[in-house]
């Protein structure tokens, strides 16, 4: 036996490749066969787990606070404003808003003129963003810029009912959540 094994190594090294892969491949497409690949959809298209957690992360920074009770939201009513404000992104982007870079800026200086100065180094605005908000300054700048990208499509709409901007908007919000129609995959608990 060891006597062909090693008169035809390549062959059974091949064999035991070929195998593994094989068993691999097997493995990993059990195991996702009944996993969502997404957590839902809005509008008929697949929202990744990328842009869901972005969502969620905007939604706790800057929407999840009540102003007036030292309660926190619930994390049901959470969920339920991160799957608006996709909806609203969606639709900001469907319409071609766009954010500048300035724009950017001008809302984090906004954000920092809390601090003691504006003037900060670099270094000292990583430090900031991590430690404030526990994320990477590309990654902020680019929640930022969605964020003033939604800002941008509600302030256009409110203009659209100079009567009563809030009772337009909330009936123009209800049409695009149902036009939206979220679908918000649930995991099978094993």
Do not use: C
């Amino acid at each position: 036996m060891l006597k062909f094994l090693r008169k035809n190594t390549k062959v059974v090294v091949w064999i035991v490749v070929i195998a593994f892969v094989g068993w691999g491949g097997f493995a990993a497409r059990t195991q996702f066969e009944g996993a969502n690949r997404s957590p839902g959809r809005v509008f008929g298209k697949e929202v990744s787990f990328r842009e869901y957690l972005q969502a969620g992360q905007i939604v706790d920074t800057f929407y999840a606070k009540p102003k007036d009770s030292k309660e926190p939201i619930s994390a049901e009513a959470v969920e339920a404003q991160t799957w608006q404000f996709l909806a609203l992104s969606h639709e900001a982007k469907k319409r071609k808003i766009n954010v500048s870079d300035d724009e950017v800026r001008q809302s984090i200086a906004m954000l920092l003129s809390g601090k003691d100065t504006l003037d900060v180094s670099p270094e000292q605005y990583s430090m900031w963003i991590r430690g404030q908000f526990h994320r990477e300054p590309r990654e902020f700048e680019n929640q930022i810029r969605e964020n003033l990208r939604v800002r941008k499509l509600l302030d256009s709409i409110r203009k659209g009912f100079p009567d009563k901007p809030e009772e337009g908007m909330k009936a123009w919000l209800m049409e695009l959540i149902q036009k939206a129609n979220p679908e918000i995959y649930r995991s099978r608990s094993v």
